[in-house]
């Protein structure tokens, strides 16, 4: 459930008409709803209530320092996967104690900022990353709180760009090395063993996957505990999936909680979750204007004023965003295929996408952009990363703002002896 529908004809977030952020601001530009994220976050605690639980919010599905003070506030922590996602989860108050810091390739620069914050865990994803945060926390006479992200070998997630549990896929250790990993970490000076992690992959649409790689991942806790280790958390990733329109409709936060608790009750675990779709998905919308309508041979293009670079998903991942026009319309619809202006290709949104008759000028609305939209922007093709817009109630509030193309280069420079 979100918070965007039509008022008197007109698409709005909360109680503000998506037509007025567009003359306030100028599209293209992403609006999140605040009462959305909160929504979200509730929901997804209340159906943990009762279990120890750290929600540690996926800071790369949507990064904004204003997004994740309202997460904050909400209790969420941070999974954070580069020193700049540590800056920021740090910065907008989220408590050290709550933040988790995942991916493959943490450098010794990241792995020493996060030993200085305090962070509650590294999700070591192979041996000589292992290494490394051990040597590091030695220099610092520290020890790094760990846990080994270990790769179930589940096939899981729409599309093989955001597969990550199958023993081909570059994340988390193999299976079969788990148990000699745990007793390597043992004797380490600088690493604390703590839990065990599992993230299988990103909009998942059922249940079973994440059943079988927990219940895997219950065996070898059990396994590990035999060998002498001491596990006392679980992180399970994130992955839970949003409707997108199209496609299956994912499991409710509560079936998901069930299961966990099913699987995990017996092992007396804390758990982390790393949820970051599910939060900020549904949470955003990227409000676009149609720049041409342009009659092919075979087709109509509507050419809008966003493009991949502004909401990539679409060409990295074949991912279907609903689209609605700003002004609702009952004309008659046909199929439109909707395009953006940069030089590529893959610079669609959708093929043959049913939409009523629009002309240029008209404002549409890419739905369920709020997650992987803004924080995947580039400025490919010198086109500025668009604004980011907060909507509370009657409120609104511009957080990132779109910088003028001078301020784009103003890092650039040429060499001296080009003159
Ligand atoms: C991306 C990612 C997540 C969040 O995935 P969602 O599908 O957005 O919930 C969680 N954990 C890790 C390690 C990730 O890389």
């Not at 976050?41 to 800071?59: I, N, P, Q």
């Amino acid at each position: 459930m979100h918070h965007f529908q039509y008022l008197n004809g007109v698409l709005h977030a909360e109680d503000v008409s998506l037509a007025a952020i567009a003359d306030a601001v100028g599209t293209p530009f992403y609006v999140y709803s605040e009462a959305t994220l909160r929504r979200h976050m509730r929901v997804f605690r209340k159906a943990f209530a009762g279990t120890d639980a750290l929600v540690a919010y996926s800071v790369k599905a949507n990064s904004n320092i204003a997004v994740l003070k309202i997460l904050a506030s909400e209790g969420a922590g941070a999974d954070v996967v580069s020193g700049g996602e540590l800056m920021r989860a740090l910065k907008a108050g989220i408590a050290p104690s709550k933040i988790v810091f995942s991916g493959v390739g943490k450098t010794r620069d990241e792995i020493e900022a996060a030993l200085a914050a305090g962070i509650y865990q590294f999700n070591v994803e192979s041996e000589p990353e292992l290494e490394a945060i051990d040597a590091v926390a030695q220099t610092k006479n520290t020890r790094a709180p760990i846990a080994f992200r270990i790769n179930p070998d589940v096939a899981a997630g729409g599309h093989a760009k955001i597969s990550t549990g199958k023993s081909e896929d570059k994340f988390g250790v193999p299976w079969s090395r788990a148990r000699d990993l745990y007793k390597k970490a043992r004797d380490l000076e600088g690493v604390e063993v703590k839990g065990v992690d599992v993230h299988i992959g990103s909009q998942i649409s059922e249940l079973a996957p994440f059943e079988a790689a927990f219940r895997k991942v219950a065996a070898l806790i059990a396994d590990l505990r035999s060998d002498g280790a001491t596990i006392e958390r679980l992180d399970l990733g994130g992955g839970l999936g949003i409707p997108y329109g199209e496609g299956a409709t994912p499991p409710h936060p509560e079936a998901y909680a069930d299961m966990i608790k099913q699987v995990t009750e017996p092992l007396d675990l804390q758990l982390i979750f790393e949820p970051g779709r599910m939060i900020a998905g549904n949470a955003g919308v990227l409000v676009a204007s149609v720049i041409y309508l342009k009659e092919g041979e075979a087709k109509k293009f509507l050419i809008i004023d966003a493009g991949m670079n502004d909401l990539i998903r679409p060409a990295l991942y074949d991912a279907w965003h609903d689209i609605w026009p700003v002004r609702e319309t009952a004309e008659p619809r046909e199929p439109f295929d909707v395009v953006g202006p940069v030089c590529e290709s893959s610079d669609r949104f959708a093929a043959a996408r049913a939409l009523p008759p629009l002309a240029a000028g008209d404002l549409v609305a890419l739905m369920s952009a709020g997650a992987y939209g803004a924080s995947q922007t580039s400025q490919y093709n010198t086109r500025p990363l668009i604004p980011e817009v907060l909507v509370n109630g009657a409120r609104l509030a511009v957080i990132r703002n779109r910088p003028a193309h001078e301020d784009m280069i103003a890092n650039e420079s040429a060499p001296d002896w080009l003159g």
